[in-house]
Every structure is written in structure tokens, then in C-alpha cells.
T-cell receptor
Framework: SQQGEEDPQALSIQEGENATMNCSYK?????LQWYRQNSGRGLVHLILIRSNEREKHSGRLRVTLDTSKKSSSLLITASRAADTASYFCATDTNRDDKIIFGKGTRLHILP | DSGVTQTPKHLITATGQRVTLRCSPR?????VYWYQQSLDQGLQFLIQYYNGEERAKGNILERFSAQQFPDLHSELNLSSLELGDSALYFC?????????????FGPGTRLTVL
């Protein structure tokens, strides 16, 4: 089964609003990453947060990690039409050298 | 443009056939990863190669195989194709062998099995 589960599955918001997506996982992790995928294209790495970090920023992106709840959130502030995409979290553990992707959140920014 | 190239972009074939997907990693990247993305299964990790050697294996079927060549390009071979193999196949590369390194994804090969 998937290690990471994103929530919600789909999200539609008005341009300019903030978008928040969540990722929950089952087992202890080393790192958690967020990727974006535009329709039918390859994934693009957004940000990585390590298990000993609680928050990280990159431009309009803010990622938090709560290892006690085994969850992470991705906040996109001041959303733009170009942010319309699917967003995936990916986790890796110290058991093996694989990263496991969740099924993603489809974000649609309305003009 | 990630710097990772994949060919072909689209592939349409029949059940029972065999196809080969090709991937060229970014210049200087030693690791290649293969993923399968379908609507019902999401993005599934198949296999990873690092500098020519198999490094990690995921949900790869026995009908599928891969290799990485001395010039670091990689091929994914899919045989005895079934309808359920229809999916987007992505290749990704990273500089080192550890999976949490940022991976750069290619544009994908869309495989349709009729």
C-alpha cells in the first residue's frame, strides 16, 4: 500500500487564495519531499524536509512536518493559475533506498 | 526542461508484444529510476540503477526488466504486454545513489496496449 496519502484528493480555489494540502504516512521516515506534476508531464521537485526539521520555506511554498502525527502539509500562498497541477508527497525510510509516492492532490486554481 | 530525455513519447502496441523504453539521464547523473503511473495505482516505483548496477527494486513485474549501459542511459523492457500495462512510464535521474536526492523526471512515455 502507499506510504504517503495526500488529502484532499482534489482542491479548487480562487486565484490569490492560499492552498493547503496534507500528506499522512504510516512508518517512520528519513525525509519527505513534495513534487508537482502538470497534466501528463514529468514530476518536478519542489522541496525536501528532513525528519528533524519542522518547517521549511521556498518562495511561496511552506512545508511543515509533524513526525508525532506522521503528517506533513504543503501551503501555497497567493495562488496563481500556473499552480494548477497535481501535488505529490514522497517519503523515504531507513529500511531501503526507495521513495514512495502518494496518489496526489489535484489542485485547480480558478481565475 | 529537466535534462532527462525519454523516447518514444507515445507507443501503441498489442497484447502479447514486447517494447523497449529508453531514457537518457541528465549529464553527470549516475542514478536512473523507472516509475509507472496509472490512474488506479498512482505513481509506482519500479527499479533503480546506479552507475550500471541495480540499486533498488520496487513493484516491478517479472515480465519487465531494465538495464543501465556504460554511457548511463537506461532501457526498460516490457514483454508479454497486457491491457493493464497501459500507463505513463517515467524515468528520473539523480546525481548520487540515494533515493532522497532530488530526482529529475523525464517527460514520460505513454504506453497504450490494445
Amino acid at each position: 500500500s502507499q506510504q504517503g496519502e495526500e488529502d484532499p484528493q482534489a482542491l479548487s480555489i480562487q486565484e490569490g487564495e492560499n492552498a493547503t494540502m496534507n500528506c499522512s504516512y504510516k512508518t517512520s521516515i528519513n525525509n519527505l519531499q513534495w513534487y508537482r506534476q502538470n497534466s501528463g508531464r514529468g514530476l518536478v521537485h519542489l522541496i525536501l524536509i528532513r525528519s528533524n526539521e519542522r518547517e521549511k520555506h521556498s518562495g511561496r511554498l511552506r512545508v511543515t512536518l509533524d513526525t508525532s502525527k506522521k503528517s506533513s502539509s504543503l501551503l501555497i500562498t497567493a495562488s496563481r493559475a500556473a499552480d494548477t497541477a497535481s501535488y505529490f508527497c514522497a517519503t523515504d525510510t531507513n529500511r531501503d533506498d526507495k521513495i514512495i509516492f502518494g496518489k496526489g492532490t489535484r489542485l485547480h486554481i480558478l481565475p | 526542461d529537466s535534462g532527462v530525455t525519454q523516447t518514444p513519447k507515445h507507443l501503441i502496441t498489442a497484447t502479447g508484444q514486447r517494447v523497449t523504453l529508453r531514457c537518457s539521464p541528465r549529464s553527470g547523473d549516475l542514478s536512473v529510476y523507472w516509475y509507472q503511473q496509472s490512474l488506479d495505482q498512482g505513481l509506482q516505483f519500479l527499479i533503480q540503477y546506479y552507475n550500471g548496477e541495480e540499486r533498488a527494486k520496487g513493484n516491478i513485474l517479472e515480465r519487465f526488466s531494465a538495464q543501465q549501459f556504460p554511457d548511463l542511459h537506461s532501457e526498460l523492457n516490457l514483454s508479454s504486454l497486457e491491457l493493464g500495462d497501459s500507463a505513463l512510464y517515467f524515468c528520473a535521474s539523480s546525481h548520487q545513489g540515494v533515493s532522497y536526492n532530488e530526482q529529475f523526471f523525464g517527460p514520460g512515455t505513454r504506453l497504450t496496449v490494445l
